[in-house]
């Protein structure tokens, strides 16, 4: 069955460090396009042959199941490259696997300004798209003009980015929409401006969030996006749960709203444990928070 694939696959792979939690147990196909064909073709494959399948870009926002998933598993950090678009520079169309990070370098290297939002988020820009990465300073939606998208009918489109496109955290984009491509429209700047923006947005995070440690970022979705002081950080904060633990994970001195892997932890842990954070929410706030971190469960 591997072989006819147009792809290197791989069987019976663990999925852990594939992921910025370090946790979950293995799939029985990795899949690993080296670039849009690739990847168009490999999941055209996986659909005729009625294999179920997941996407995985920097594994920066997923909780796998320790008992491994049942699911082909397609990896998208192959597809990296950056292209400019038209004639001028500000415009760039970046592979799904283009790593967030390296992305806002790269961009502050050509002295273009728009990524500096980005910065300290892991990940690829495929991800970014699905779940419109971004926070305070801005958003993935702030610079995307267009994405080129393989729909569930196996259709090769390019949508323009409008306004029905992105919401909070989500987008139209997923494992029924595969992202293919982004195309941002950033501007020109000025590489010392960048680089302080940078610096400081950076320390800010560093300073707010455990950036050291493995995590999935925050584990809520804020509850009013546009009130700071009901943030979801704010309200776990009232609610009294940093330093909660469960097995082998607990919830961060620095951010109650990010769960960290302290070694051995499983999928069980932190569920355990969100359950709590709701429950104490809940409890103390009125609020009923929902995750952000996308859970991969064996069977579902
Ligand atoms: C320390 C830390 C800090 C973080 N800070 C932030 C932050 O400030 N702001 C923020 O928004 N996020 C933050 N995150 C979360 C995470 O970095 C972002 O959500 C990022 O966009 C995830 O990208 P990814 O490639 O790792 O996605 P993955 O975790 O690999 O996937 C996320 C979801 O998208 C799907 N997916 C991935 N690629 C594709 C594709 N090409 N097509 C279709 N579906 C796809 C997956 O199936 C999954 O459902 C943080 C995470 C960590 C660990």
């Not at 305070?136 to 610079?143: A, D, F, P, V």
């Not at 987008?171 to 950033?186: A, H, K, P, Q, Y």
Request: hydrophobic letters at 40%.
């Amino acid at each position: 069955m591997t072989s006819s694939f147009p792809c290197p696959v791989r069987e019976n792979v663990p999925l852990a460090p594939y992921t910025t939690f370090g946790m979950g147990g293995a799939t029985p196909l990795l899949v690993e396009p080296r670039n849009v064909d690739e990847l168009v073709g490999a999941v055209r494959r996986l659909r005729e042959d009625g294999v179920r399948f997941r996407l995985l870009g920097g594994g920066a926002n997923v909780l796998i199941d320790d008992r491994g998933v049942e699911d082909a598993v397609v990896l998208t950090n192959g597809i990296s490259f950056v292209r400019r678009e038209g004639e001028g520079i500000e415009v760039l169309r970046l592979g799904a696997g283009v790593s967030i990070p390296w992305f806002v370098q790269h961009v502050r290297g050509m002295k273009l300004t728009g990524a500096e939002c980005l910065v300290g988020i892991p990940g690829t820009m495929g991800g970014a798209t699905v779940m419109n990465a971004g926070g305070r300073h801005g958003w993935l939606s702030s610079i995307a003009t267009r994405v080129r998208a393989l729909t569930a009918d196996g259709e090769d489109e390019e949508i323009e980015v409008d306004e029905e496109t992105f919401g909070y955290r989500t987008s139209v984009f997923g494992d029924d929409r595969i992202v293919l491509e982004t195309v941002v429209r950033l501007a020109k700047g000025n590489k010392k401006t960048s680089d302080e923006t940078i610096r400081t947005y950076l320390k800010e995070k560093s300073a707010a969030q455990p950036l050291t440690e493995k995590s999935a970022g925050c584990v809520f979705k804020n509850a009013a996006n546009d009130d700071v002081e009901r943030s979801a950080g704010k309200l776990l904060d009232r609610a009294g749960v940093k330093g909660w633990s469960e097995g082998g994970v607990a919830v961060s001195e620095k951010h109650a709203n990010f769960i960290v892997n302290r070694g051995g932890a499983t999928m069980a842990d932190v569920v355990k444990l969100v359950q709590r954070m709701r429950d104490a929410v809940e409890e103390v706030c009125g609020e009923r928070l929902g995750t952000e971190v996308k859970q991969w469960v064996r069977g579902e």
